[in-house]
């Protein structure tokens, strides 16, 4: 029985390493978003940067399990066989929470996670004991800390309202002061935005990033014999009185003198303070369960009682970390950093929700996100009514954005922000943790993060009138999944810690099982989405600023689009006849995918405008032209593939032999034709268009005389209507397609 805890310990430093994996994913947003979103550096500097926070912060890390320190759950009520089973559930849930997040590209909190499931799984385990011994549920308070639970749920609705308050305030007094032509300001200027965001860097880092390490309980003479982190709290007013008056100067300096860019000084130091913050304080997230399991085992099985009556009060001590074990963390961390695309992924979710201008956005208004738009327009319309224009002209002036050349070929590759708005994030962040810490209040790195940008950004008048609703829905998204993240890790590690108790060795087998096939499956869904998104097929916008360059364009696209449409139509129809559910599935799934990147270059023809040539401008018009036909073409397709798919799926009856017959005649003379007109247009052969469009009326007319086929047996031998309409539907479908295609390939006759 012995050698289930030496398994569960050896399970549990496997899981340690996963967890480091799937926990940095997620936590890369709170560091790398500014540096990436502003394009300051290069994206291999800031990995540099970033990558050397980690390891400094991992090295020197407590190593504590913070969770345990502040008292979750009191130790001293539990025994080693239950304090096992807790630690296991908390893993086991962990990785599984934290994957599902990064394989959806959403930011959540790992302190939040692992501080619920630890509250979840320790409160099963309570119940179990005290109805075992014949307690009541009101006997759980001397279990579990309900006045630190508390405290948690306060100090997360805190962080996310003073976050995106105080981000969106110095963000919008920043930009009074610097507007959008920062770098023409005089020197002094850019000098004391540099010391303030510097100084609240540096102490961040002395506060934060080592103030909760190990090394931060050192003392020295140089501090009056207190700990580092005492002399830091005892004099924080002079400390930062000195930093700021050395960096002001400092940033005046290398501005007037150096001509270096002071923003760009402030985006590399946040990135690294943040980096090592977040491996100083919340690598305990990640490792801190696994270390507090090996040496509470350590000091059973020396004890030589059985694991059933060890008690554990001892956790209720400082658990250090050996070094060895923080410098494996530390290269796992950096490593991840490095090759874990899922950590792009999620930062990429924070940059667009507060990218500059005009997206593709990511998620979709809901009834909330717009009642607070229209509010938020109503209450600027009051204020506007109550401002002297004197002083609104100077502020629209401040809010002027130099003009740049809107070229959407280019405008891909353009900073989602720029350099204040960076620097602002990150300073605001910093200062805010720092003053947190100071307190010791429990904020989540995370949550401060992302709503000082999401602040910055609404204040910044990135979000318009074009994407306010879509941008609040996200931020609302976001924070809906933090709590969502509590109210699951909660469940899931009670549901977990109670199967594991019922279950032994044997349960804790299946649910390592369950794990590694649910993060295998996600992976192998996560890299499959990625290469469809850069498969060959995928459409491209147009970038040409000349009638040539659109129709050569466009006939790329029109390629790969009915390449697409006579593979899903195949795959439609080969599952109608054959009842194959799984095939109509995709076929309607692959529809969706296609009508929504012929969408994306619906969205785009306002830059392909703005990029014409003035000689060129009838191309805007043959290019509205070709993808409304495209449009059409998807819509028939995806028509036939829906009413497949629900026909099938509600079990009506099949296609008759005859229907299915005519159905497969269909779509070989279409595979044919399909064939054909990508031929014609891969090649460019456009005078080969004629013979196409007379052979497709032929196709056409054979169409109708199907459907007039079926007209003569619904009078006569057809009996089911449910078929009667599917068929007809079909047909009618099918020639709307041939329609559509031969609209398309006329565009190219007048051209």
């Known amino acids: 029985m012995d050698n289930i805890y030496l398994l569960m310990i050896i399970a549990l430093a496997v899981l340690a390493v996963a967890d480091l994996v799937v926990g940095v994913s997620n936590d890369a947003v709170n560091f790398l978003n500014s540096a990436v979103g502003s394009k300051a550096v290069s994206m291999k500097t800031i990995m540099i940067v970033a990558s050397i926070g980690i390891a400094l912060g991992a090295i020197f890390s407590s190593g504590m399990m913070e969770v345990a320190r502040k008292g979750i759950f009191n130790p001293n009520m539990f025994m080693f066989a239950d304090i096992m089973v807790i630690f296991m559930a908390v893993m086991i849930t962990d990785i599984l929470l934290l994957d599902f997040f990064n394989t959806i590209g959403m930011p959540t909190s790992t302190t939040v996670s692992i501080v619920f499931e630890l509250l979840g799984a320790a409160v099963a385990i309570a119940l179990v004991k005290i109805y075992a011994g014949g307690g009541g549920f009101s006997e759980v308070v001397n279990y579990i800390n309900t006045s630190q639970a508390t405290e948690i749920i306060i100090g997360i609705l805190l962080s996310v309202i003073i976050s995106f308050t105080v981000g969106a305030i110095v963000q919008y007094v920043a930009r009074l002061l610097l507007s959008f032509n920062y770098d023409k300001k005089a020197a002094w200027v850019g000098a004391l935005f ?53 960096w002001s100067a400092f940033s005046f300096v290398i501005i007037q003198f150096l001509k270096v860019n002071i923003y760009k000084i402030v985006i590399i130091v946040g990135t690294f303070a943040l980096a090592l913050a977040f491996a100083g304080n919340d690598l305990v997230n990640f490792i801190g369960v696994p270390i507090a399991a090996w040496q509470s085992y ?83 319309f009051y204020f506007d009514a109550k401002t002297p224009k004197s002083i609104q002209d100077k502020i629209e002036k401040q809010f002027e954005k130099p003009q740049i050349q809107i070229e959407h070929a280019k405008n891909k590759d353009l900073p989602a922000f720029d350099l204040v708005r960076a620097a602002v994030n990150l300073m605001v962040a910093g200062i805010l943790i720092s003053i947190a810490t100071s307190y010791k209040l429990p904020l989540s790195t995370t949550y401060v993060t992302f709503m000082v940008a999401m602040g910055s950004s609404l204040s910044d008048r990135a979000w318009g009138s074009e994407s306010a609703v879509y941008r609040v829905a996200g931020v609302m998204n976001v924070i809906g999944g933090w709590f969502f993240t509590a109210i699951i890790a909660f469940i899931a590690a009670a549901t977990v810690a109670y ?25 192998l869904n996560y890299l499959k989405k990625s290469k469809e998104l850069k498969a060959e ?40 006849v054959k009842e194959d559910l799984k095939k109509l599935k995709k076929a309607k799934n692959d529809v969706s995918k296609l009508e929504t990147e012929i ?33 059409d073409i998807a819509q028939s397709i995806g028509f036939i593939s829906k009413i497949s798919y629900k026909h099938i799926h509600n079990n009506h009856k099949a296609l008759k032999e005859n229907q299915a017959s005519e159905l497969k005649e269909i779509e070989l003379q279409l595979n044919e034709m399909f064939s054909k007109t990508r031929s014609v247009f891969e ?8 013979y196409l469009i007379e052979e497709l009326e032929n196709l056409l007319a054979e169409v109708g005389n199907y459907t007039q086929k079926q007209v003569e047996r619904t009078r006569t031998t057809e009996s089911s209507p449910k078929n009667t309409t599917l068929y007809f539907s079909i047909l009618l479908e099918f020639e709307d397609l041939l329609k559509a295609k031969i609209n398309l390939l006329e565009l190219y006759t007048k051209v």
């Not at 956005?361 to 938020?376: G, Y």
């Not at 023809?605 to 509205?624: D, G, P, R, T, V």
């Open 298 to 380: 350590q000091v059973w099985a020396v004890s030589g009682i059985p694991a059933t009556e060890f008690g554990m009060s001892f956790l209720a001590d400082k658990v250090p970390t050996p070094t060895l074990l923080l410098f494996i963390s530390g290269i796992v961390m950096v490593l991840t950093l490095w090759f874990s695309k899922k950590a792009k992924y999620v930062a990429q979710t924070e940059i667009n929700l507060s990218r500059e201008g005009n997206s593709k956005e990511r998620f979709e208004p809901n009834f909330l996100s717009r009642v607070l738009v229209r509010s938020s327009k109503a209450i600027a």
């Open 194 to 246: 540099g010391g303030i965001a510097l100084t609240s860097m540096v102490y961040f880092i002395l506060l934060k990033g080592i103030g909760g390490t190990g090394i931060a309980k050192a003392s020295f003479a140089i501090t009056e014999g207190k700990t580092i982190k005492e002399f830091l709290e005892i004099h924080a007013v002079p400390i930062i009185a000195i930093n700021l008056a050395f």
């Open 683 to 690: 090649t460019h052969s456009f005078n080969q268009i004629p």
């Open 599 to 631: 969408e994306d270059l619906q969205n785009n023809i306002f830059y392909f405008i703005k990029n014409l040539q003035e000689s060129s401008i009838s191309a805007s018009s043959f290019y509205i032209d070709v993808i409304k036909t495209l449009q």
């Open 499 to 523: 199967l594991i108790h019922i279950g032994g060795s044997v349960m804790i087998s299946v649910l390592l099982l369950f794990s590694i096939l649910i993060i295998a499956r996600n992976s």
């Open 537 to 576: 097929d995928s459409l491209n916008n147009a970038e040409s600023n000349s009638v040539q360059g659109v129709i050569e364009e466009s006939a790329n696209n029109i390629s790969k689009v009915l390449k697409r449409v006579d593979k899903i139509q195949s795959t439609a129809i080969d599952g109608l």
